[in-house]
């Protein structure tokens, strides 16, 4: 069987395209929606025609299978595991009478068996209902998250395209001035990347380019001067691993025997660094890819809540304080969903980058 | 190619030029800055369906494009209460039935007329059992009201609300209660439009459905960023002078504090802890008093607090002003049960720092030797703030007392069971004024109340808090609310009271007519922009 090589006519035009639209929202420019369809109805059907031209159809299925088990069990899990947490939706400083907080869980069908609870919410579920919030009344968990996961995505895109446009570039060089100054000096810079905490490196930014320089605004989501500054937190952090994964694996491909080849038959230093070195040291980059992406298009809290950015985020982290158990269940989904694609998307990519890999049933 | 550069560069610097542009003189969603208050509201308001709301963030919204039968005078430290959509509510001789004179001529947003019946809807909404209201309990004291809540009757013309001939309400109270009046400016008791409710359900509340009759109508509410809110042209009082108000949602509130100094907010509601200090030299900081109380209570179900001579002994152990020193946010120290600024108060009521006499309380309870004294936990919800007063009490009793207390912290909801189950010898909790009464106040430690944690509970306090609350004459009634506090703070000490809450705000120099006030209620329609 072949393996999987993206045609040419459709991946980098595609990828491009893409970019452009990206780039267009960063300056705010409305795209109308369905360019936006378009583009994503495109993208899906190139990506089936490939997955069936190279005989991946069987393995896609398999995978998209295994998925919706996944998600059914971690769905599962979470909807018993808020069980168990101690306190309720409906606990509050001002204690409820008994009679009151009855009639609320009734409303809210809390006082059926949780057998029952779980039928019914798997149920909805399967039917793409995920229910009302307890928090916010009358207002419905798909509401919720259609509105306020794209700041997050918007956000997180912005943030990945900065993370790999700086760690990959670094990393290569780290590794081709392996032990000198700029190793060194590039190392330093992503240890700190790392280990330095965003509710930090937030205020300081904002303090030198809001108050000091006046370049950018200090909070909000309303254009290029607002997004600048938290896509630099979240994206350099997120470069500084990308910089030491691509560092570590191509001081382990450039000692490879293909590469002492290559330059003895006198291919440019450039030419073997970038074209041949580079495309071999991806693969830890791909594998470190998939939760990174997820982890960053569903949302930062710190970031979201510095930046006072109206993400998915937030209600991560407030839905489980609030024991918003639907809104928890929602933000568990997405999050496990994107995940459970990006992994797929990985491995698919991994068939692209390295020829050696075959992804065939 | 060169053309190709030249397209993208000059397409590049119109997308630069365009998006770094600032907005001069215009607010978000195009607002006319001059003609805009922008201020923190600091979360999503959970509902603006005042029947079910119970936060306040919700309640700061419906209290400016709604308004309920009495209003509060802001200006007047009592809080006496003022007409809004009543002209005039009058008791009869034992304050059991209330004769309320409506006002005429005052329309919805719709161009709907005011009249009793959206009163009457209102209440029955809020006691309607489907409704599944939190705050339905506010109309306990209406007679039958209960019962129709809990579903033992279904007619609601036998609950005590009706309007009469000339379209005025009677109230039929069970009991009289002289806090009633306040109950009409809270957002539970507001009219109500039924017919919009019944035709948009749960859409109601979205700004094209709602239908209201405050001094603002609610524009634009663009889910977890802002509100907008227009000035209502059709409003019966005096117009607002601002003509929006523009809400933002930021929790976070060193974000808010940026945005406020890069002059985005105008006014912000709520400040660090950390950063007050610094911030109370500055010109737009404000505090004021707030009817609210922070209280640690006891465990008395258990040694060693269920003996009184512990309780005391712990009472007189705590120094409330090393506390409110270290917050420095302008707290005040409380040893009575009723709050600062409201009736009732009493500066000289509870037990006062003397720690020789809590040594002596503690010898007498039989722990000369202090290290019989049982093993005791200090309990508390995760927060910074409880954290350092939790510490500063920790230290005062080993200091004071040669006793060591272990913290122990919790998550907010799984501390809020704890406290049903199994509370910790020693709780912290607070408690905001509903209504500026000391019925209120006093109530928490009855016998009947779920809030009360520590497993205490007195047949004299409860006929204190029952006699006092149906009293008409002032005088008696402050007389057996003092008494009641000193059974409740000086005797039986099953709580013992730190201070006296206080709220503190920035508001931007170009804003005149904001109010600070006890009840933290920001009515925007006096508020004019410099």
């Known amino acids: 069987m072949m393996t999987g090589r993206l045609n040419l006519a459709f991946g980098p035009p595609l990828a491009i395209f893409w970019l452009g639209l990206v780039v267009a929202t960063f300056f705010d420019v409305s795209i109308p929606s369905f360019v936006w369809w378009s583009a994503a109805a495109y993208t899906l059907a190139g990506a089936f025609w490939h997955t069936i031209r190279y005989g991946m159809l069987a393995y896609v299925g398999k995978r998209l299978v295994e998925s919706l088990i996944t998600v059914a069990v971690i ?51 399967v039917q793409g209902d995920l229910g009302e919030s307890y928090k916010y009344l009358g207002r419905n968990i798909s509401e919720i998250l259609a509105e306020s996961l794209p700041a997050s995505v918007q956000l997180g895109v912005y943030a990945l395209l900065l993370a790999y446009l700086i760690g990959i570039p670094f990393g290569v060089l780290a590794a081709r001035y392996h032990n000198r100054w700029p190793d060194h000096l590039l190392m330093a810079l992503a240890i700190s990347g790392v280990s330095v905490p965003s509710f930090l490196v937030a205020p300081i930014l904002i303090l030198i380019f809001c108050f000091g320089l006046g370049w950018f605004e200090p909070a909000l989501w309303d254009g290029p001067a607002y997004y600048i500054l938290p896509t630099w937190v979240l994206g350099t952090r997120a470069a500084a691993v990308i910089a030491r994964l691509v560092r570590a694996s191509v001081l382990e491909v450039i000692k490879a025997d293909y590469i002492r080849t290559g330059r003895a038959k006198g291919l440019s230093e450039s030419t073997l660094l970038f074209k041949h070195v580079l495309r071999n040291s991806l693969i830890p980059v791909l594998t470190f890819s998939g939760p990174l992406i997820a982890g960053i298009i569903t949302g930062s809290f710190v970031v979201e809540q510095i930046f006072a950015i109206p993400g998915i985020g937030k209600h991560m982290v407030l839905s489980v304080s609030n024991r918003d158990y639907p809104l928890i269940l929602g933000t568990t989904l997405v999050f496990s969903v994107i995940l459970v694609v990006c992994n797929l998307l990985v491995d698919l990519l991994y068939a692209y980058v390295d020829p050696r890999i075959k992804l065939n049933v | ?30 607002l006319p800055l001059s003609e805009t208050l922008r201020i923190n509201i ?36 009592e809080l006496s209460l003022v007409p809004a959509l009543a002209t ?19 329309k919805w947003t719709d161009g709907v007329d005011f009249t009793a019946q959206h009163v009457i809807d ?25 019962k129709y809540n809990e579903g033992k009757i279904t007619d609601f013309s036998q609950v005590g609300i009706r309007a009469d001939a000339d379209g005025n309400l009677v109230v039929e109270l069970e009991k009289p209660k002289g806090y009633f009046p306040y109950l009409l400016a809270h957002h539970a008791t507001f009219p109500i439009r039924k017919d919009v409710v019944e035709k948009h359900k749960d859409r109601w509340t979205d700004p094209e459905n709602i239908v209201t009759l405050g001094a603002y109508r609610l524009k634009i509410w663009d889910h977890d960023k802002a509100i907008v809110l227009e000035r209502n042209e059709g409003y019966y009082g005096e117009k607002a002078k601002t003509k929006y108000v523009l809400a933002y949602m930021i929790n976070e509130m060193s974000t808010a504090i940026n945005l406020f100094d890069s002059g985005k907010l105008d006014f912000q509601s709520s400040l660090p802890s950390r950063e007050l200090r610094q911030l109370r030299s ?41 506390i409110t020193d270290m917050l420095a946010g302008g707290q005040i120290p409380l040893s009575g049960w009723v709050p600062v600024g409201m009736f009732g108060y009493e500066a000289d009521r509870g037990l006062k720092f003397d720690p020789e006499l809590a040594n002596k309380l503690l010898e007498e309870a039989g722990f000369k030797d202090r290290s019989k004294f049982p093993k005791i936990k200090l309990g508390f919800n995760t927060n910074e703030d409880h954290q350092r007063v939790a510490e500063n009490v920790q230290a005062q009793i080993r200091k004071n007392l040669g006793l060591d207390i ?49 497993g205490w509970s007195s047949k004299t306090y409860d006929s204190y808090v029952d006699k006092a609350v149906s009293m008409t004459n002032k005088e008696e009634r402050r007389k057996t609310y003092s008494e009641a506090q000193k059974f409740l703070t000086e005797m039986e000490v099953p709580a013992v009271p730190i201070y006296s809450m206080v709220s503190q705000i920035l508001v931007s120099p170009r804003v005149e007519g904001l109010k600070e006030n006890p009840l933290t209620r920001y009515i925007f329609k006096g508020v004019s922009l410099k």
């Open chain 2, 406 to 454: 272990e913290l122990a912290n919790e998550e907010w909801k799984v501390y809020l069971a704890s406290l049903k189950s199994n509370p910790p010898s020693i709780y912290r909790l607070g408690w905001l004024a509903d209504y500026p009464d000391p019925d209120n106040f006093m109530n928490l430690m009855s016998s009947a109340s779920e809030n009360n944690h520590t």
């Open chain 2, 122 to 146: 209102g209440w029955e909404r809020l006691l309607n059992p489907a409704t599944a209201s939190q705050y339905a309990y506010f109309l306990f004291g209406v007679k039958n009201a209960q």
């Open chain 2, 88 to 106: 005039a509510w009058k008791p009869n001789s034992t304050a059991s039935i209330w004769n309320i004179t409506l006002r005429k001529g005052v």
């Open chain 2, 1 to 30: 190619m060169s053309n190709i550069r030249i397209l993208v560069f000059a397409l590049l610097t119109t997308f630069l030029s365009t998006g770094c542009t600032k907005k001069e003189g215009k607010a978000d969603y195009g």
């Open chain 2, 42 to 77: 600091l979360q999503e308001p959970p509902s603006l369906d005042w029947s079910k709301s119970v936060d306040t963030t919700s309640s700061l919204i419906e209290n400016n494009i709604m308004e309920g039968l009495v209003e509060y005078d802001l200006n007047d430290p």
């Open chain 1, 75 to 125: 769905a599962s899990a979470t909807f018993l595991l808020l069980r168990v947490l101690p306190g309720g939706p409906f606990d509050s400083e001002k204690a409820l009478p008994p009679e009151i907080k009855a009639a609320i869980e009734k409303k809210y069908q809390l006082d059926q068996p949780l057998l029952v609870q779980y039928g019914n919410f798997m149920v909805g579920l």
């Open chain 2, 282 to 322: 500055r010109k737009e900081y404000r505090e004021a008093g707030t009817l609210g109380i922070y209280y640690y209570g006891f465990n008395t179900r258990t040694p060693p607090f269920n003996d009184v001579r512990v309780r005391r002994a712990f009472a007189h152990a705590i120094d409330r002003k090393q």
